[in-house]
C-alpha cells in the first residue's frame, strides 16, 4: 500500500510544468536583461566613436592660421570642452576623457607621421589626433559587474 502510493507520488507530473516555468522564466530574463545592457554599450560606443570625429573635425578648422572663426588656435583643453559639450542622450559627458596629440608628417614615401616637437604644432599640413575615452559599466543579474573603457580614436590633417 505505501509502495503503492509512493510509486504514484512519484509519477505524478502536475507541479512540473510550474518549475519548469519559473526556470526558464528566469533564464531568459537574464539572458534579456544581457541583451539590453549589451545594446546600450554599442550605443555608447557609437557615441564615442563620433565625439573623436567630430572633435578632430572641429579642431582640424581652428589651427594656428585660422582667421574665419572666433575660437581659432585650438588647445586640448578647447577641444576636450568641445567634445564634452556634444549633446547625446543617455551619456555623462563629464566622464568623457580626450587627448589631443598633433603629428608632422616625415619625408619621404610612403608618408608617415611623427609627434610634433616644434611649436606651433597645430599648423596647416601638421595632422591633429584625437584619443576619447568613456568607461562603461554593465549590470547583468547573477554576474559581477563589467567594466569596458570604450575609445576611439580619430585623426585629421590641420587645413587652417
Known sequence: MILRRL????????????????LS????????????????????????????????????VRGSKCTMLTDCNATPSQIQAYVQGLDYPLITPSKLTVSTTWLTENAGSPTTWSTCTTSPCNTPGNEVQLTVNY????????????????????????SQ
Open 7 to 22: 510509486i504514484r507520488f512519484f509519477r505524478d507530473r502536475r507541479g512540473q510544468s510550474l518549475i519548469e516555468t519559473a
Open 135 to 158: 568607461p562603461f559599466t554593465m549590470h547583468i543579474p547573477i554576474l559581477d559587474s563589467i567594466s569596458l573603457n570604450l575609445h576611439s580614436t580619430s585623426s585629421m590633417v590641420i
Open 25 to 60: 522564466i528566469g533564464i531568459i530574463l537574464v539572458v534579456m536583461i544581457g541583451i539590453l545592457e549589451l545594446s546600450i554599450a554599442l550605443y555608447d560606443y557609437n557615441y564615442v566613436a563620433y565625439a573623436a570625429r567630430a572633435g578632430t573635425r572641429w579642431a582640424m
